[in-house]
């Protein structure tokens, strides 16, 4: 199967940056996308960014121009750069691949990274 390998997360006071790094390893036939999702405490889990195959990106609202996706397809990973961060970015994000296995289309996770905005 796939198995997802997140790092990157800690403490960070507010408008300062962290990067997280997600690696992939198992066996698929194609990845559509590969993204960050978060869930703080008491909320759900949301979509944080997502990117594609060829390259297009999208963005929550609440982290454009803040937070930038990347992908290296050759190394099987993704990172989420986030700036200028605030305390409502507080959570644990999750690393998610959605990847054709066996000719079904699914959806795996990271364990999560702690990420925690404050002074």
């Known amino acids: 199967q796939v198995q997802l390998v997140e790092s990157g997360g800690g403490l960070v006071q507010p408008g300062g940056s962290l990067r997280l790094s997600c690696a992939a390893s198992?066996?698929?036939?194609?990845?559509?996308?590969m993204g960050w999702y978060r869930q703080a405490p008491g909320k759900q889990r949301e979509l944080v960014a997502t990117?594609?195959?060829?390259?297009?990106?999208n963005y929550a609202d609440s982290v454009k121009d803040r937070f930038t996706i990347s992908r290296d397809y050759a190394k099987n990973s993704v990172y989420l750069q986030m700036n200028s961060l605030k305390p409502e970015d507080t959570a644990v994000y999750y690393c998610?691949?959605?990847?054709?296995?066996?000719?079904?289309?699914?959806?795996?996770w990271g364990q999560g990274t702690q990420v925690t905005v404050s002074s």
């Open positions: 198992g066996t698929w036939s194609r990845i559509h996308t």
């Open positions: 998610n691949i959605r990847a054709i296995v066996n000719m079904a289309l699914n959806d795996y």
């Open positions: 990117v594609t195959m060829s390259g297009s990106t």
